[in-house]
């Protein structure tokens, strides 16, 4: 019976800290950690993402998806909404690495990912490629990324290979075109693991991986999320 009585007491112990994470959607920022707050739950906005949906300052994504058992104390990530794309791509190609990273954040966007290429001497510095595009409409992120000549990547009559990984599918594209490689075809698509939803066409494995030669007859094959 004592037996018995303890697992009773521990099982309404568990249940009692057990809550469902209801649906932040559409709250301010503030109403949502305050709405967290009180159901026991540790909240942090981890990205900002454009939406032509969901206004400015409002909650766009969660994780854990609401209506999922949690324990209290857990840790809900979400996903803050900057309302629609309203900020011009500027075009950064040709500009230095560092007067590039200044236009970014004068036009209130961030820096994303940077990507370095062997390329000739006269663009050693400068950016070679980005993305998004100059002028591209119906972007997600407010950040760009850049591809950076640079002349040490060389490595007898071919390339070491550059991580790609993390970098958006059509940057990383427009490295190995840029340097002559072949890409495989088709490009293989893999399943967002994360909740909160990764931007499509984000390269998430690569083969030849990072440090390996590779020149003109060389395949690359990019994995990339959908």
Not at 15 to 22: C, K, L
């Amino acid at each position: 019976m004592a037996l018995a009585s303890a697992i009773l007491t521990m099982r309404f112990a568990i249940h009692g800290s057990e809550i469902t994470i209801p649906s932040f959607k559409g709250l301010t920022a503030d109403e949502a950690l305050n709405k967290a707050a009180n159901l026991g739950v540790d909240m942090t906005i981890d990205n900002r993402f454009y939406s032509a949906e969901i206004p400015a300052g409002r909650i766009l994504a969660q994780s854990p998806a609401a209506g999922t058992v949690v324990r209290r104390e857990w840790h809900v990530r979400a996903t803050e909404s900057l309302g629609p794309q309203l900020v011009e791509i500027p075009n950064l190609v040709g500009q230095p690495q560092r007067t590039a990273s200044i236009q970014v954040r004068r036009a209130g966007l961030e820096l994303g990912g940077v990507a370095q290429l062997s390329t000739g001497e006269s663009s050693i510095g400068a950016v070679i490629a980005q993305d998004p595009a100059a002028g591209a409409a119906g972007v997600e992120k407010p950040s760009i990324s850049i591809v950076v000549g640079v002349a040490s990547l060389q490595a007898g009559n071919g390339f070491v290979m550059p991580k790609l990984i993390g970098q958006p599918y059509q940057a990383a594209e427009a490295m190995m075109v840029q340097a002559g490689l072949k890409m495989a075809v088709p490009v293989v698509e893999a399943p967002v693991t994360n909740a909160l939803g990764q931007s499509p066409g984000i390269v998430v494995d690569q083969k030849p991986a990072a440090g390996y030669k590779v020149d003109g007859e060389s395949s690359i094959e990019l994995t990339v999320s959908r």
